[in-house]
């Protein structure tokens, strides 16, 4: 605890080489997150370098209250929300192209493969349910925690919590059929 | 107790899932890139303070609420004194007031 006090102390001072040693040790985690909540590594990418400058240029309002790394995690779920929501206008825009060409595609193998593991799983979960999942499963934070990071009520966090965990629930079970059924 | 072997379990097989993610070098070097680079001023000013936010929307609205409120068409303001047409003798007419008791 006392030398991420003193991590910050000196990122505060504006030290790169601090900013060095934060990649180098949430680095990992910021990244996961991030690939955890949009599935793609180019765009987790995107996300952690978003993070990381923008931990460096703000680094005055962080308060100290809370672990530096749960700072660091609020601004990367922050980043991917507002990913999401361009991609999604820019869904909008282009459905009706995509549809044309991903019509009668059958899954590839890397496909296949990705939707086995619980991350592709989770990543089938519209975006705030899997917002939901990473934070209370990944990142062991309560409803209350979640709801705080997020700016939303509890009721509403355990309400998607729970929906959340049946449609993984639903997926989960459905790959497994259809797993046992191709063996 | 169910809820909290649960979590372990789904953390466990994501942390496995996971464990070749990782942050590429590239990532780290653009970040120690782009933090050296010094930020122009007007954009390390530009969070605005809260009641400097609140005072402009503040303006905005009001503006709004008073645009709402002025009618349409202007009102004539109430007279007392009434008006009578006169024709002169060179045929222009003229409007002249009357005093309220006439």
């Known amino acids: ?183 | 107790m169910r809820m909290d072997h649960e979590r372990k379990r789904i953390k466990a097989a994501l942390e496995r899932e996971l464990e070749s993610v990782r942050l590429p070098r590239n990532v780290s070097d653009r970040v120690m890139r782009a933090a050296e680079r010094k930020l122009p001023v007007w954009e390390k000013e530009l969070t605005l303070p809260l009641p400097v936010l609140v005072c402009v929307l503040a303006l905005f609205i009001g503006s709004f609420v008073v645009m709402a409120d002025s009618p349409a068409e202007p009102v004539p303001a109430p007279s007392s004194y009434a008006t009578k047409t006169i024709i002169l003798d060179s045929g222009v007419f003229a409007e002249a007031s009357l005093p309220p008791n006439h």
């Not at chain 1, 987790?44 to 962080?62: C, N, P």
């Not at chain 1, 009721?155 to 919590?161: A, D, M, W």
């Open chain 1, 1 to 183: 605890l006392n030398s991420e006090v003193e991590l910050v102390g000196r990122l505060r001072r504006g030290e790169h080489a601090a900013l060095a040693e934060v990649m180098e040790r949430f680095g990992d985690d910021v990244y996961r997150t991030a690939y955890l909540l949009l599935g793609d590594h180019h765009l987790a990418e995107d996300v952690s370098q978003d993070t990381f400058l923008t931990a460096y240029r703000k680094i005055g309002q962080f308060d100290g209250r809370g672990a530096f790394g749960g700072w660091l995690r609020s601004i990367a779920v922050n980043h991917c929300r507002s990913r999401m929501r361009r991609a999604s206008w820019k869904r909008l825009l282009l459905r009706r192209q995509d549809q044309m060409e991903t019509a009668g595609a059958a899954p590839g193998p890397e496909e296949i493969s990705v939707r086995r593991s619980l991350a592709g799983e989770i990543l089938q979960l519209p975006y705030p349910y899997r917002e939901v999942i990473v934070l209370h499963y990944y990142h062991d934070l309560t409803v209350k925690e979640i709801a705080e990071r997020l700016g939303q009520s509890e009721g509403t966090v355990k309400s998607r919590l729970s929906r959340a965990r049946r449609q993984l629930k639903v997926l989960l079970d459905g790959e497994e059929n259809a797993h046992g059924s191709r063996a």
